[in-house]
Nanobody, 124 residues
């Protein structure tokens, strides 16, 4: 079955760094785009970044210059390097996969598979 396994979350002080990773397996289609979303308490799920099969990527304006999204050589692993973290980055971060199609990478409804989420907490 399809599995997206995330790791790397935790507690960090403001200004610190964390790297999240997500490995997908059992996907019934390919190529595919991998994305990261986050959801803070009481807020809607929001786009963080996505990287497509060819390696081109997109990041939300709120994280540009601080976060980097990359993909492993095998293309089934995605990394989110987070630096200069702020308390407002505190959220559950979710990895997701969608087919390589024309639908917007920034809209969570276009993603077919999701990881279980990993908590990122940034203290002030």
């Amino acid at each position: 079955q399809v599995q997206l396994v995330e790791s790397g979350g935790g507690l960090v002080q403001a200004g610190g760094s964390l790297r999240l990773s997500c490995t997908a397996s059992g996907l019934p289609f390919g190529p595919f785009t991998m994305g990261w979303f986050r959801q803070a308490p009481g807020k809607e799920r929001e786009f963080v970044g996505a990287i497509n099969w060819s390696g081109s990527s997109d990041l939300a304006d709120s994280v540009k210059g601080r976060f980097t999204i990359t993909r492993g050589n095998g293309k089934n692993t995605v990394y989110l390097q987070m630096s200069s973290l702020k308390p407002e980055d505190t959220a559950i971060f979710y990895c997701a996969v969608k087919g390589a199609d024309h639908r917007a990478n920034t809209d969570y409804v276009n993603y077919s598979y999701w990881g279980q989420g990993t908590q990122v907490t940034v203290s002030s």
